[in-house]
């Protein structure tokens, strides 16, 4: 019988790519043969090509095979129980820019509260335990805001305590890059701080969707200096890109791209925040772009992460349980104030507060209703993910933005399901366009 978890997808006038979306072993085979398939007609197929749609999953024996695989691939959930790998740590609540777009919503300086170096020491010395616990060989900490160069001391703090104290961890930083100093270019080669450049296309683009609260100074002129002190001091950094409908409409914007030459990028796509349609087309947009993107800057040696993802899911032996480590709950937020929330997208706001890091240990953490809400909130949770043809590469969308725009983190992220479906078709094609077929 046909596996409930088989699919197919056309991919030329005659063809088919039809695969099980547990097992991804795609075969590409003729419409006529995929018609005779899908009606259970086999009087015409030779025992080995009856063997490799059994062992390609599109056939199963029964209804408990299809069961049995359901069933393994929640309980391999369990290897993601209670298993911090990455922190953001928000070193400071505010921020020196205003931009149009930013789904951490409105950040007021004036209320803006610095991490105290109490609260860092508590965060190192937990995670250390943790990761020892787990046996997890290192972590990540991605210093994170608002604008973490505007309270740089806990930066600085909390790498050198952590080099002091042995506790294996790679740093990253998302800034804005408007407040580099010398010595902070100077701090981040030598601790090898990884720096996300926050720059959202060519002068016009960037300077429309982010600008200064305090003066009219054009960002993107400050940016470009501070990526040339960078370049010329040899600092790991690369660009965090917002894919903008400005950007999007700009056709001379990979050819920007290839003049400021930088070789490490990190398309955003636009959180949507407001309920509305215009995420339809925007997502349909931007993932073509994704992928013209992808083929124009390759060339170059260029390499974008997002589209690097999917490639990586796409190729691996195992299903993708979550693109985002807020999901599955692995990764904590620190707040200022030493709060906890899983997702970043929370730190400014009070809700999702799962305890302080100055009063409450991991093990307290993970018993909390919402920590074991964003751990279970999988595709493998969801009668309607598990139908999906996607469902091997996707790691399930953004909750935050299901909330925003269907009223609950448990929705499913339409927006993030136009984007992966086109990735896997996409992906397919191009995987088995010089492929034969099953005879």
């Known amino acids: ?42 009087d015409n197929f030779s025992s080995s090509e009856l063997n490799l749609l059994y062992r390609c999953g599109i056939l199963v024996k029964d209804k408990k095979q299809d069961k049995d695989a359901e069933l393994f691939l929640k309980k391999s959930i369990n290897s993601l129980r209670n298993k911090i790998s990455l922190l953001y ?10 931009c149009r777009y930013c789904f951490i919503g409105h950040i007021n300086n004036k209320k803006a509260q610095h991490i105290s170096f109490e609260t860092i020491d508590n965060v190192l010395d937990q995670f250390a335990d943790h990761l020892r616990t787990t046996k997890q060989s290192s972590g990540q900490v991605i210093f994170y805001g608002g604008e973490p160069t505007m309270f740089f001391q806990a930066v600085r703090y909390m790498v050198q305590q952590a080099v002091q104290k042995k506790v294996p ?25 990884s720096l996300g ?20 100074k054009s960002v993107y002129d400050v940016v470009m200096r501070s990526i040339e002190k960078l370049k010329e001091n040899g600092v790991n950094f690369g660009l965090s ?34 309920p509305n ?11 073509r772009f994704l992928f013209q993107a992808y083929d124009e800057l390759s060339k170059l040696g260029v390499q974008d992460d997002r589209i690097l993802r999917k490639i990586k899911a796409f190729s691996s032996d195992s299903l993708k349980y979550n693109d985002c480590n807020a999901v599955g709950a692995q990764q904590l937020t620190i707040r200022p104030n030493g709060e906890i929330t899983v997702c970043h997208g929370y730190w400014n706001s009070e809700r999702e507060t799962i305890g302080n890091i100055n009063s409450s240990c991991f093990s307290d953490i993970f018993k909390t209703e919402t920590y074991q809400k964003w751990r279970h909130n999988l595709t493998v949770n969801k009668k309607k993910c598990l139908k999906c043809p996607a469902l091997y590469i996707c790691g399930r969308g953004c909750p935050k933005q299901a909330e925003d725009l269907f009223g609950s983190q448990q929705e499913i992220d339409k927006p993030f399901c136009i984007h992966t479906k086109y990735a896997l ?13 099953l005879n």
């Open 169 to 193: 961890l790679k740093f990253s930083m998302i800034t804005n890059a408007t407040l580099l100093t010398d010595e902070i270019i100077q701090f981040s080669k030598k601790y090898d701080i």
């Open 425 to 437: 078709k996409e992906l397919l094609k191009r995987a088995f366009k010089e492929s034969g077929s």
């Open 241 to 274: 890109v917002t894919l903008s409908e400005a950007v999007l409409n700009n056709v001379f914007f990979l050819k920007w791209l290839r003049d400021i030459n930088i070789k490490n990028i990190n398309f955003n796509l636009l959180h949507f925040t407001t």
């Open 197 to 216: 450049i926050s720059l959202d296309g060519p002068k016009y683009e960037n300077d429309f969707n982010r600008y200064f609260k305090a003066n009219t």
């Open 277 to 287: 349609n215009n995420w339809k087309e925007y997502y349909k947009k931007a993932s």
């Open 1 to 42: 019988m046909l596996s409930k978890f088989a699919h197919k997808i056309l991919i030329t006038r005659e063809k088919y790519i039809i695969f099980n979306s547990i097992l991804f072993e795609p075969i590409i085979l003729s419409k006529d043969m995929v018609k005779r398939i899908w009606a259970c007609q086999f």
């Open 89 to 98: 740590i928000i070193p400071y609540g505010g921020c020196n820019l205003g």
